[in-house]
């Protein structure tokens, strides 16, 4: 009976054993390689780990078939507005009241978007509604509006 030999004519253990060597060996090096990189640079997790760019939290892999949602793609109403106001701001012939006012409806329409023109009379009433009370007592906005 005959031993199987390796590609080099040695025994077929031999040579798996000289592979588990060179995979202990790349094992190894890649650990020496992680531990060089100072701790500061190497993570809070484990490899992979994601996470969230706004809040540093580690996030949940997505699931095969789920859609990938980046983080940076996420709004912040709070710095918006406060451009917002900022360029408003500029206006050096509207009243205060007024820039007031155009600040309050720009976030509103910014946070409920309506998706078609047959919406923006819905949009209307519900800024009414939400902003009517503060709106009806200031002097120079209420003559904005007609009865």
């Known amino acids: ?63 095969p078939g789920d859609e990938i949602r980046d983080s940076d793609d996420d709004e912040d109403i709070e710095a918006w507005a406060r451009e917002d106001f900022r360029h408003l701001s500029g206006f050096d012939d509207v009243v205060k009241t007024e820039k007031a006012f155009m600040h309050d409806w720009n976030v509103f329409m910014h946070k409920y978007r309506p998706y078609a023109d047959r919406e923006v009379p819905a949009a209307y009433e519900a800024f009414a509604h939400y902003r009517g009370g503060a709106v009806t007592h200031v002097q120079s906005v209420s003559g904005m509006t007609t009865p």
Not at 17 to 35: I, K, S
Not at 43 to 49: D, E, F, M, Q
């Open 1 to 63: 009976m005959q031993r199987k030999k390796g590609r080099t004519g040695e025994p077929a253990a031999a040579v798996k054993a000289e592979r588990a060597a060179e995979a202990a060996a790349e094992v190894a090096a890649a650990e020496a390689a992680q531990a060089a990189i100072p701790p500061a640079l190497r993570g809070a997790g484990p490899p992979g780990t994601m996470y969230h760019a706004h809040t540093c939290l580690p996030i949940e892999p997505p699931l």
